[in-house]
């Protein structure tokens, strides 16, 4: 580390703490040349991967986007703020721990549509209409039957 007063490469760290957070740690260091000290900060960065659209265009990840999405098909749905902020957790994660630059929105699509199907199948049904585009009544009932199979299979 640099000293930001004269620039010398040789620095020692004098003291290390970690934040009550646990997410920061805070370094005292000392310029073995000017003899000055400073404080530096680390902290963990981790970047969302890009999302390519459809249409090829690409955006940065905005998770106000992602909870709209879950908000608008959960409306008037008895579904807590807290299970909501949980699903879109999950969902961060996943792509994080994907490790990939570049996500389709798809690939999004299909996330939120197991995270719906987990929190509500109300809404799932809702987001599902929209997003898998349904042309007609059967379809509907297709994505109906879906849920109340899984419903009567015993979970494992």
């Known amino acids: 580390m640099k000293c930001p007063f004269c620039h010398h490469e040789d620095t020692q760290v ?47 990840f905005d998770p106000a986007k992602l909870r709209g999405s879950l908000m608008l098909a959960l409306r008037k749905r008895p579904v807590s703020a807290e299970a909501v902020d949980a699903a879109i957790h999950r969902i961060e994660e996943k792509l994080l721990s994907s490790g990939a630059r570049e996500v389709v929105s798809g690939h999004i699509g ?11 199948k109300i809404a799932y049904i809702r987001f599902a209409s929209v997003y898998k585009s349904f042309e007609d009544v059967a379809e509907f009932q297709d994505a109906i039957a879906e849920v109340g199979r899984e419903r009567k299979t015993p979970s494992k």
């Not at 299909?110 to 509500?120: A, F, N, T």
């Open 14 to 60: 004098i003291d290390t703490r970690v934040s009550e957070e646990g997410d920061t740690i805070r370094r005292r260091r000392r310029c073995a040349h000017c003899d000055k000290r400073f404080t530096t900060y680390e902290r963990i960065e981790l970047s969302m991967p890009v999302i390519v659209k459809k249409n090829g265009s690409r955006a940065d």
């Open 110 to 120: 299909e996330l939120v549509m197991r995270e719906l199907k987990r929190l509500d």
